[in-house]
């Protein structure tokens, strides 16, 4: 695995949804029911948030868009998954998603930088190789990119498809979001 470049603690880490941090079952996640957290997944974010460090979700959600649920939908899954987090001490510091359907080239859609930019904004942080981009495909790579954070690539959900994608060379690999952490936290 290619650490290079990564050996300064992320000021903050932002994620993608499905795939990093619960499991893609290749469809649309339409209820709260159909989300599960992946193993070790919230863990991880919750020792991110004790480390100090902002996290924050970049997440396309195209089921809106597509008409397959709707964004009070999306708030109750969002709802779930923020609750499941706090029960292992975690949390959130920001959540942005895209709802358009890909066909409407909408900024914020990945592999675009809006949601990423609309973080750096909320959060108040320069976006900078200090911030790292965890994601399972070449759409969180190149919007990392896209944004001037560092993308970091996990081998779950679309992951491992990912790795057959020339672009990998261009960001480190992990097996999961756990194991990003377990690398953060040796780092000083």
Sequence with gaps: MNKVGLNIKPTAVIVDR??????DPHGYI???????????????VAKLNALGI???V???QSGIGRGFFDEKALQRITARMQACLAAEGGHFDFIAYCPHHPEEDCPCRKPKAGLLLQIGKALQISLNKHVWFVGDSEKDILA????SCTP???KTGNGLRTLAVDR?????IFDD????????EGLE
């Design 177 to 184: 979001l756990a194991a990003v952490v377990r690398y953060i």
């Design 144 to 147: 990392a990119l896209a944004a």
């Design 58 to 60: 970049a997440s396309n």
């Design 168 to 172: 990998k060379e261009e960001c480190p």
């Design 30 to 44: 339409s209820t709260p029911e159909d989300w599960h957290a992946l193993p070790g997944s919230l863990t991880a």
């Design 152 to 154: 970091v690539l996990v």
């Design 18 to 23: 499905d795939g990093v941090i619960n499991a």
């Design 54 to 56: 902002k996290v924050a």
